[in-house]
């Protein structure tokens, strides 16, 4: 269900899936001005005072976004939800409409309350985007009304970057109906997989880095206890 390894890999034998819900790695702007914050000393100049983890995976370019958009628009049946930092959501546009799909302006996560980082992107906004996008053709043209963003706390999580259960939960509802099979090739500490598991979803997907997907593959074992919502 979640596969070790590079998802042009792992998930190059898996045809069709109804829909991709997915965190990627950011922009390079996100996660040096991250390292930077790093860097400081606490408190200097009125630096961040908050305890911050170096992000242990690569940034992406444009090219990654298009190499990853063109491999699965055409095995996407339904939806495709991305998030992403707003230096590559013209790079996520481009991609997916040159794939035939209809995209939306990016919807807003917006996340009150973290410390504000005068560096890079990110939290210092409060703000990540998802591009979303559709097959041009029914039933998705007629799908519904659905939020024009979500807003909320995002807890603190194993992996850096991680996305809050809520949230995924959220889309995972907005974007797919229940036996979907929902695919997440950044899985990450597995918030997506949780998501759509917990909402009556099937899933696959794909975690290259071993540490993180221990932690996926550990959380999905644990089952799905009250503290996890
Ligand atoms: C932003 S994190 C995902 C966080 C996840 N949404 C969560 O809530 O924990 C991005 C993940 O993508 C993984 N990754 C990067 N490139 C990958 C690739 N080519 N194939 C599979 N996983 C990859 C990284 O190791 C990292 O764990």
Redesign the pocket.
Known sequence: MIRL????DVLADVDMVDAVI?????GAKTHDGHDVGIARTPGENGADTSVRRSI???AWTADDVSEFVSSWAPRTRGWMAC?TSHDLCVAYTDAMEAAGRYVFAPLPFFSPGSRVRLSGDGPSSWTCWIVVSRPRCEPFSKWGTLPGGYAGPSPS???????PLWL?QAIVRDYTRAGDLVC?????????AVAALSEGRRFIG????PE?HTI?TRRLAAGFTPSMF
């Open positions: 390894g590079r998802w042009q997915c965190d990627p790695p950011y242990n995976y690569s998030m999580c194993e992996v850096v970057g991680g996305k995924m997440d090739p950044f899985v990450g500490s597995g918030t997506t794909a975690e290259a880095m993180h996926a």
